[in-house]
Structures are given as C-alpha cells and as structure tokens.
C-alpha cells in the first residue's frame, strides 16, 4: 500500500483531501522495524509523530516512576499496542518534551510513517484548514488514549486493592 494510501486510513489525519494528504506525504520517511526493536525509549527526547503501515507497535511504561514500592529490576508494562492506521508520538510532537512512553516493535516487520514535527508544523503554517483538522484529530487522539489509559490505570488499582496481603 502507498504512503498516501496508509494515511489516508490515519486516525490523526482523518478528513484531510488528496492535495492535503500529497502534502503530508511529501514530508514522511519510512523506517522498518523487526520484532523488539525500540522504536523509541521513554523519558527520551524526540519530535516526531508515528503512523504505523505495517505490524503492530506496544507501547509500554516504567511502573516504578508512578509508584512507592521499590522495583528491584524495571519491568515495563506494555499499556497498548497499536495496529496500522493508528498513530504514536504525539505527546512529544505536541508539548516537544520527553517522550511519557517506551515504543516498541510488536511484530516481525513493522513499518512506519515517520512525521517530523518542524515539516508537520511548516504544513500546518501554510494550510491552517490542514493545521486546524491534523490538531483538532491529535487533541481527539490524545483524549482517546488518556480514557483508555484512566481505565486501566484504576483497574490495577481496584485489584490491587483486592489483593491478599493488603
């Protein structure tokens, strides 16, 4: 499937026309990944957003920067994985902080559409139509995925606290 085809079926970018979409298109690379490869790690520093083509991508947290109870080995927990059309890296293209997740390669071959945030932000300066609907599906994406994270985030602690020895 082309580039244009991917993103077209893109959640972030969702109501963009065929011109606006070439535009988009103009600016994103392809990089491949196999299964477990860091795509990213978290608390590092990057400005790109991620539309995946191909394969499958988790994306996982360090439990032990939210919680009280000492880790003796990090063990990240995997708090999604996202399939094609869906997209990552958001929160960083968005505030150009430290990424909040790890991402990583969940299947043999992934490819991914990579968005850097300097073109993105040039196309958005130039076509404000394109600007207002790539961040009105961003803002849209974000609160999606910060519901979901909520749930599972008072799941754990429901069954933590119904866990003997509490």
């Known amino acids: 499937m082309s580039h244009?085809?991917?993103?077209?079926?893109?959640?972030v970018l969702f109501e963009l026309d065929a011109a606006q979409l070439?535009?988009?298109?103009?600016?994103?690379q392809e990089r491949r990944y196999a299964l477990g490869d860091v795509i990213f790690e978290e608390n590092s520093a990057s400005d790109e957003l991620f539309v995946?083509?191909?394969g499958e991508v988790e994306i996982l947290v360090d439990p032990s920067l939210v919680s009280d109870h000492p880790v003796g080995r990090r063990q990240q927990t995997t708090i999604a994985t996202l399939r094609r059309g869906q997209s990552f890296g958001e929160v960083a293209l968005v505030d150009q902080g430290?990424?909040?997740?790890?991402?990583?390669?969940?299947?043999h071959d992934t490819h991914l559409l990579v968005l850097p945030r300097r073109?993105?932000?040039?196309?958005?300066?130039?076509?404000?139509?394109?600007g207002f609907r790539l961040?009105?599906?961003?803002?849209?994406?974000?609160?999606?995925?910060?519901?979901?994270?909520?749930?599972?985030?008072?799941?754990?602690?429901?069954?933590?606290?119904?866990?003997?020895?509490?």
């Open 22 to 28: 070439e535009r988009v298109v103009s600016v994103c």
């Open 98 to 107: 430290l990424r909040s997740a790890t991402a990583r390669s969940a299947s």
């Open 52 to 54: 995946i083509a191909q």
């Open 135 to 166: 961040m009105r599906n961003l803002a849209a994406d974000l609160a999606m995925k910060i519901r979901n994270t909520d749930l599972i985030i008072r799941e754990k602690l429901l069954y933590a606290q119904r866990s003997p020895g509490r």
């Open 4 to 11: 244009s085809g991917v993103l077209k079926q893109a959640d």
């Open 119 to 130: 073109d993105l932000m040039a196309l958005c300066e130039g076509d404000p139509v394109l």
